[in-house]
């Protein structure tokens, strides 16, 4: 669904005109919906680990704390217990709390267990790595829309664009917004797009792994230490 007909039908079903336009339109009512359509979006997308904006991001690590490039152009949020050292097999732990890194760097001890922090829209690890071990983590993108040539945006910018996340779910924020936004009655329109949502994020997860009480994951074990599989002795 195109980005204009998403904002026709949020039209149609809100009983006003049917917009010949909306991206660049001079019309107040088409230019409020275009806003509420770009409000709903970064909310959808910030509110839940869409699968389909879950990406992958490798890296070769340099000999510095901060990792140059390591955060990719569209990153919004880490996915936890991801980031792997993929040369050495073992878990990058993190993110770590400010006074945890300030810690690391305070210490005498170099440790062996590798730990990364976000700071001022960079990627830091600590101990330095060696400059050649290759890494990865996946993250949650910003970029819920694109373009008719498929690429990727965090932002509606033309009457083409299409959604990444479910359009209709994003027509129903549209609505219950406008109808808020106008001071009129938006509880059954809130309510029947909360039950959207909760359906489509149902339907994304995919199903979930089983969880055991009183057990650590496989990951938090590994603290204590990680040994990688197929790394016994004989």
């Given amino acids: 669904m195109a980005f204009l007909q998403l904002i026709q039908n949020s039209a149609k079903r809100l009983g006003l005109s049917n917009p010949a336009s909306a991206y660049g339109s001079t019309d107040n009512q088409v230019v409020q919906l275009v806003a509420l359509a770009q409000e709903e979006g970064i909310e959808l997308a910030e509110g839940f680990d869409w699968k389909v904006l879950t990406k992958e991001k490798t890296f070769t690590g340099t000999a510095a704390d901060v990792q140059v490039s390591a ?36 210490i005498v001890a170099t440790t062996i267990i590798e730990s990364f922090r976000l700071r001022g829209g960079s990627l830091l690890l600590t101990p330095i790595p060696n400059g050649t071990d290759s890494y990865a983590y996946e993250y949650i993108s910003n970029q819920w829309c694109q373009s008719n040539t498929s690429t990727a945006q965090s932002a509606w910018a033309a009457d083409t664009d299409t959604g990444i996340l479910p359009e209709e779910l994003m027509t129903q924020g549209v609505i219950w917004r406008f109808l808020k936004a106008k001071g009129f009655d938006y509880a059954e329109a809130f309510r029947t797009y909360e039950m959207s949502k909760a359906r489509w994020q149902t339907k994304d997860g995919g199903g979930k792994r089983t969880l055991k009480m009183g057990s650590h994951s496989s990951y938090n074990r590994a603290r204590a230490p990680f040994i990688a599989e197929g790394s016994w002795p004989l």
Avoid at 81 to 90: G, S, Y
Wanted: hydrophobic share 30%.
């Fill in 71 to 106: 955060l990719a152009s569209d990153y919004d949020r880490h996915v936890p217990e991801t980031f792997f050292n993929r040369t050495q097999k073992r878990p990058v732990f993190g993110p770590i709390s400010p006074q945890d890194w300030q810690f690391a760097q305070s």
